[in-house]
């Protein structure tokens, strides 16, 4: 694989994830179970929006001339390349926050290692984008702290999002063709290299939560390379590029 | 804003504090949450700052309606922006609430029983994109309308609060507008939305100020009290003269064939809402009403365990800390 077709892949894979992470969580808006969340979500769906704009812009400008927006709204669910993690449904608010937190774990620490990034540009965005994602980490954090460590009810539900999510958070660790490629020329990361960091990680809170972190290892996977989606992504995007597939070249 | 046909209440408090306190408020002293007041004073600004709250908070479906299906990554980013301020000003108002001696979840609870209302306007459904662009340019104007002069209104922490809110408010106006802008710049199908937005939203705007001077019975007391400062057609009138030239400026049609300029009176003649269907709202039988609250009390009931959750961990927490004390 060539190095722009890789160092491209490998922003689709940065910016598609806050672009539907983002999505989801906006979902939420008026919705939410007390104001401070309804605030805490629509700022977290901001922030994620606004690291789409800088990823998808960087994707577009190395290759192939397109915009932020051509790429969000105009492409297929097969080019997307978000792990499959983020595109799952919201679930109950404990399947949101216990999402959010088991990829803030994730986007934390790869962002900090990106702001070591050999291209000035990733650089720049994991510096800025590394700030929001700290704090995003502090509050995901501490909710499924609080919830797991609640009451009866709220200790079940975030044990049942935990069961539901965990094998989703396998495929943000596998390794490919595409990494091989940018790590060589130490763009990012290698994915497997995370892996012990976020272990230790997502262990230690989900302990304070009083959280049983089940024992299968077993990853599904498809979204960062896009072979398989879940199918709940083709109904994401048939919301979110309504609008510009309607009323093709009109200008916002 | 968003606070209309607040009741106000008769008073029969002490005679004398009353002078002072009327003497106060003529001085433009500011009135704080531990001077004396009036119960009725008291009650009427809970029943105000409440209602103005509320309709943040309810103002968020609306608009919440489009977010995920903004048109660009720039738009979907300024509605969340939109949004999240609309929450904090409902944060910053129940706040201002809670200084008179109400709870948020007091009222909150009364909000989702329907024993307190929110702004009328948030019982129109938000039917395509441009409707965003007017909610921001028409309900927001609207609002600010309303709302610059309560900045100077005679309960401190409600004109403070007025005072931060003003000023993203006028932000958001921008945005509403630069966006129908865009929409009644562009094809044909972009203008059509356009004018179909404006064709809902006029006379559901002008509604805001609430019903005629003449109709409006709570209105004396609340001036005489600086709750409220200037009538509501007053205000209605305001905002028609500002609003037109920016619609002519657009190419949009205000849908009111006996709306012109009036030289004499040096101001727009503009036909009135149609004050039946307002009152039809107001009693419940607008095109949301029914779907709005139960969102908000969906919200509110599944969230429950989430409040629960997170008062027992806390609690958990500081009996933690004592012990270790």
Known sequence: MNHDEAFQQFLLRMGDNTLILGHRVSEWCGHAPVLEEDIALANTALDLIGQTQMWLGLAGEVKGGKSADDLAFLRDAWDFRNVLLVEVPNGDFGRTLMRQFLFDAWHSIMLGRLMTSSDDRVAAIAAKASKEVTYHLERSGDTVVGLGDGTEESHARMQEALDYLWPYVGEMFISDEVDTTIVAAGIAPNPTDLRDEYYALVERILTLATLTIPESRFAHKGGRDGRMHTEHLGHLLTQMQWLQRAYPGASW | ?325
């Not at chain 2, 409440?50 to 609306?62: D, R, T």
């Not at chain 2, 048109?71 to 980013?77: D, G, N, S």
């Not at chain 2, 609430?210 to 057609?233: F, L, R, Y």
Request: proline letters at 5%.
């Open chain 2, 1 to 325: 804003m968003y606070a209309q046909m607040v009741e106000s209440e008769a008073s029969n408090d002490d005679p004398d504090k009353l002078a002072e306190f009327q003497a106060r408020i003529d001085a433009d002293i500011k009135i704080e949450p531990k001077d004396w007041m009036p119960q009725a004073y008291r009650k009427t600004l809970i029943r105000q700052i409440g209602q103005h709250a509320h309709s943040e908070i309810v103002g968020q479906l609306p608009e919440g309606n489009w977010i995920t299906r903004a048109p660009t990554l720039e738009r979907k980013a300024i509605l969340l922006a939109k949004v999240q301020d609309e929450a904090g000003h409902g944060l910053y108002l129940y706040c201002a609430a809670e200084t008179l001696g109400v709870s948020r979840d007091e009222i909150t609870e009364m909000l989702l029983d329907g024993r307190m209302k929110y702004s009328s306007i948030f019982n129109y459904p938000t039917l395509n994109w441009a409707d965003i662009g007017a909610v921001g340019w028409l309900v927001d104007g609207a609002a600010i309308m309303n709302q610059v002069p309560l900045q100077r209104t005679s309960f401190g922490p409600y004109s403070r609060a007025m005072i931060r809110i003003c000023k993203e408010e006028s932000f958001h106006q921008r945005q509403g507008y630069d966006a129908i802008r865009k929409m009644a710049e562009g094809t044909p199908e972009q203008r059509k939305m356009a004018q179909d937005a404006m064709n809902r939203l006029w006379y559901p705007s002008l509604m805001m100020f609430g019903p005629s001077d003449k109709d409006s019975v709570h209105s004396a007391q609340s001036m005489a009290w600086k709750i409220k400062i200037n009538t509501n057609d007053e205000l209605r009138q305001k905002f028609v003269d500002q609003t037109v030239p920016q619609a002519e400026y657009l190419g949009l049609t205000i849908p009111d064939p006996d709306l012109r300029w009036n030289e004499e009176r040096g101001h727009y003649d503009y036909t009135d809402p149609d004050w039946s269907e307002f009152f039809d709202v107001i009693k419940g039988n607008g095109p949301c009403n029914v779907d709005r609250l139960a969102a908000r009390n969906k919200a509110w009931d599944d969230g429950k365990w989430v409040r629960d959750g997170l008062l027992a961990h806390a609690r958990k927490k500081q009996a933690g800390n004592l012990a270790a004390e």
